[in-house]
């Protein structure tokens, strides 16, 4: 191998870690679990692998130059499976994951010489971060929230508890006796965070109400 073409392998893995740089760049402005750090190691790193895989075996009789390279798509899925976490009936870190995947291929194509995939993939992929985050919605995500009530039941107070809360039925509901009061108490999933005022008034106006509370709240 000519030390001429070992030079160009080298400015492959700058190209890279350039672009590595400026995906990593747009996610920490949006503070993100991953960083310029991550998106620039994972971006160079896989340009390396696939130099390696596609050159540095060529005296070898019997080679697939992809079987190296293919093992980059599983490294980093376990990578970003590490990123993803479950919190308070949410997923945290999902896109943040996909991003590295995709920065991992981009690394891949600048390590194969293919300049005008791997920049063009890397403007589309800004682009397209930079359009999901505009507040549209379209491109909005639905939260959900769920809220622990305590009622009095008198006939159809459980009803009037779900209109009230926007929910469709009861996840888990708890039925107890009080002296002559059938107390009960509920959890709901409603797409609507209440505020505090609504959730006063709303206590205020219906006495058979005794207490709401949100859950997931630390």
Known sequence: MDWTDELIYLLRILLAIALGFCIGLER???YKEAGIR?????????????????YGFTDTADFD?????????????????????????AIYGLTTA???????????????????????????????QCVMHIRCRL????????FRIRFEEGGSDAETVLK??????????????????????????????FSASYIANTMKDYPFIHAVERCGDE
């Open 38 to 54: 991550t998106h620039t190691i994972v971006c160079a790193g896989a340009a390396l692998i696939i130099i390696v895989s596609k």
């Open 65 to 89: 130059s992809s079987r190296v390279a293919a093992q980059i798509v599983s490294g980093i899925g376990f990578l970003g499976a590490g990123m993803i976490m479950y919190r308070k009936t």
């Open 28 to 30: 920490k402005m949006r």
């Open 98 to 128: 996909a991003g590295v995947w995709a920065t991992a291929g981009i690394g891949m194509a600048a390590g194969a010489g293919m300049y005008i995939v791997t920049v063009g993939a890397t403007i589309l992929l800004v682009a397209a």
């Open 139 to 146: 491109f909005k995500t639905k939260t959900y929230w769920q």
């Open 164 to 193: 009230l809360f926007s929910a469709e039925s009861f996840e888990r509901l708890h039925t107890s006796r009080d002296g002559d009061k059938l107390i009960c108490e509920g959890t709901i999933t409603t797409g609507e965070n």
